[in-house]
């Protein structure tokens, strides 16, 4: 970019002068990176450039707004003359940008003064006092009607919102009189004392990275809906609510739409079934952007071996393709109409048919959600999660994973997945059966250490969610495993540990009951 805004200062008159200005910068570079830079730059046609030298015409008239602070209040910032040290946290955390929210909570805070306090309680150590604020917005405008639920409010939708004083009184009410209540129950519901308890770290995780479900339990709550610990009804809430947190598809708006049919179809549906599996019914079945579906555990094992694992010729873009009849796509014979998914292209579509194609880009789309599921891998860990980190639910910090008291450490080390690997297990070696969470201090202890050393104590095996089978594999596994035979062997860990992890939450949450015929 610095030779580019050099290059502009010129004034190129044409793309010509342009490309010759940037080769001439990219020669003062080494030897190395004059090759890498110079030469395929020469290489290039100047016309590639035209937008490049339009858009970059325009930097040298950019001027810099500076504010100079004075002595007095330099004076102040520092303890003393050579450190600034206050400044420089000014600088970091004052120019923290906001968002849409943290906008809209700000403006709450000015036009509901004695609210404040409400709302930063209720989201104490949970979630983001701005993200529950915003989905109670959502909430409070959705005049009981769960189908209005996905309408997202905007800054300015919010500034209008608040000059309508009925709206405002029933925010305010709301506020004051029942969201501690609510809160409460859902943080027992997800977080509680029950077997089906998520670690306070993956609920808050899963709230702040897809609301949406949890904006549908809030409103369940407010209707008076409930459910009793440890009941079958409890662990249908769960399930659906995984489900539709990890693994809706598409950006915002097509995840809001899917809030929005699935809580159409409760409407008219009594409170003790609001959780009940039909009512996800056709997010497996839309037309754009399905969920999709979750096959038997064990016959998705054997698919990954079959088509990952032992097919010489393995491909992404064509997985199930060898296959295509495998047992794993049993579970899709419950689909009513396959064939009003969308299609992906295949290169042998002579031999296959249209639902043979529609089967096989679902379970590719799953496989995908799948191996880098984060949240998935934090249940399987949940025991060892909640004893070692139970204290630990700070919204703030937990969602940024750098900051997050554990590390997610590579059982085999990020060394091995670097340059001259086979490229089958290079495209496994950062997906979640390669991954475990693991304390800082143990993981700053063992470095880049072997499986063999680092997991021969048989309660950290367990504590990291490594079967007795995966370890049997890995004491088979040779130091180098730059040949096809030793990335093979660290493929077949992978995923069968990555299977073993889905069967996991399928098993206990009952998965499998969610689509039924």
């Known amino acids: 970019m610095s030779f580019v805004i050099k290059a502009s200062a010129e004034r190129p008159g044409d793309d010509?002068?342009?490309?010759?200005?940037?080769?001439?910068?990219?020669?003062?570079?080494?030897?190395?990176?004059?090759?890498?830079?110079?030469?395929?730059?020469?290489?290039?046609?100047?016309?590639?450039?035209?937008?490049?030298?339009?858009?970059?015409?325009?930097?040298?008239?950019?001027?810099?707004?500076?504010?100079y602070l004075n002595a007095r209040v330099r004076d102040n910032d520092g303890v003393n003359p050579d450190d600034n040290s206050i400044l420089f946290i000014r600088l970091n955390r004052g120019g923290k940008e906001l968002g849409g929210e943290e906008l809209i909570f700000s403006l709450f805070k000015s036009a509901f003064p004695a609210a404040k306090d409400a709302v930063e309680n209720a989201a104490s150590g949970f979630l983001a006092p701005s993200r529950l604020f915003s989905l109670l917005v959502r909430l409070v405008a959705s005049d009981g009607d769960p189908a209005n639920l996905a309408n997202g409010i905007s800054l300015q939708s919010f500034k209008t919102k608040i000059k309508d004083l009925?709206?405002?009184?029933?925010?305010?009410?709301?506020?004051?009189?029942?969201?501690?209540?609510?809160?409460?129950?859902?943080?027992?519901?997800?977080?509680?004392?029950?077997?089906?308890?998520?670690?306070?770290?993956?609920?808050?995780?899963?709230?702040?990275?897809?609301?949406?479900?949890?904006?549908?339990?809030?409103?369940?709550?407010?209707?008076?809906?409930?459910?009793?610990?440890?009941?079958?009804?409890?662990?249908?809430?769960?399930?659906?609510?995984?489900?539709?947190?990890?693994?809706?598809?598409?950006?915002?708006?097509?995840?809001?739409?899917?809030?929005?049919?699935?809580?159409?179809?409760?409407?008219?549906?009594?409170?003790?079934?609001?959780?009940?599996?039909?009512?996800?019914?056709?997010?497996?079945?839309?037309?754009?952007?399905?969920?999709?579906?979750?096959?038997?555990?064990?016959?998705?094992k054997d698919f990954l071996e079959q088509t990952v694992v032992n097919d010489a010729n393995y491909n992404w873009e064509t997985l199930g393709a060898t296959c295509p009849y495998h047992a794993v796509f049993d579970g899709y014979t419950?689909?009513?109409?396959?064939?009003?998914?969308?299609?992906?292209?295949?290169?042998?579509?002579?031999?296959?048919?249209?639902?043979?194609?529609?089967?096989?880009?679902?379970?590719?789309?799953?496989?995908?959600?799948?191996?880098?599921?984060?949240?998935?891998?934090?249940?399987?860990?949940?025991?060892?999660?909640?004893?070692?980190?139970?204290?630990?639910?700070?919204?703030?910090?937990?969602?940024?994973?750098?900051?997050?008291?554990?590390?997610?450490?590579?059982?085999?080390?990020?060394?091995?997945?670097?340059?001259?690997?086979?490229?089958?297990?290079?495209?496994?070696?950062?997906?979640?059966?390669?991954?475990?969470?693991?304390?800082l201090s143990s993981n700053r202890s063992n470095g880049d250490s072997a499986p063999k050393v680092k997991l021969a104590d048989e309660k950290t095996r367990k504590d990291s969610f490594i079967s007795e089978e995966i370890w049997g594999l890995i004491q088979q596994v040779s130091p180098s495993i730059k040949d096809e035979a030793n990335a093979r062997l660290l493929c077949r860990i992978n995923v069968r540990r990555m299977a073993e992890i889905y069967a996991e939450w399928h098993n206990v949450l009952h998965i499998g009951d969610l689509v039924k015929p």
């Open 334 to 439: 419950r689909l009513p109409n396959p064939e009003i998914m969308p299609v992906a292209k295949h290169p042998d579509e002579q031999t296959s048919t249209p639902r043979q194609l529609v089967l096989q880009a679902n379970l590719r789309e799953f496989v995908g959600m799948l191996s880098s599921n984060y949240n998935m891998l934090l249940f399987a860990q949940r025991e060892f999660i909640t004893r070692a980190f139970g204290e630990f639910q700070q919204w703030d910090v937990v969602l940024d994973d750098t900051n997050a008291p554990w590390d997610w450490d590579h059982i085999y080390p990020s060394a091995s997945g670097r340059h001259n690997v086979y490229p089958t297990y290079r495209a496994w070696h950062d997906k979640i059966g390669n991954k475990r969470v693991e304390e």
């Open 166 to 300: 009925e709206f405002k009184g029933q925010l305010d009410d709301f506020i004051h009189n029942r969201v501690a209540k609510i809160m409460d129950k859902a943080r027992d519901l997800l977080t509680g004392p029950h077997v089906y308890s998520l670690p306070s770290a993956l609920a808050t995780r899963t709230i702040r990275n897809a609301p949406n479900a949890f904006l549908a339990m809030l409103y369940w709550l407010n209707k008076g809906g409930g459910v009793d610990a440890n009941s079958s009804e409890h662990r249908s809430l769960l399930a659906v609510f995984t489900v539709v947190s990890w693994f809706s598809p598409g950006n915002n708006n097509q995840q809001g739409e899917n809030l929005a049919t699935w809580m159409k179809a409760t409407k008219s549906s009594p409170l003790d079934e609001f959780w009940s599996p039909k009512h996800i019914w056709p997010l497996f079945i839309q037309s754009e952007d399905p969920i999709p579906i979750f096959p038997d555990p064990v016959q998705l």
């Open 16 to 67: 010509e002068s342009f490309k010759a200005l940037l080769v001439s910068q990219c020669q003062q570079l080494t030897k190395c990176w004059q090759h890498f830079y110079a030469t395929r730059l020469a290489e290039l046609p100047a016309a590639h450039l035209t937008t490049l030298r339009i858009a970059a015409s325009a930097l040298p008239d950019y001027r810099m707004h500076l504010n």
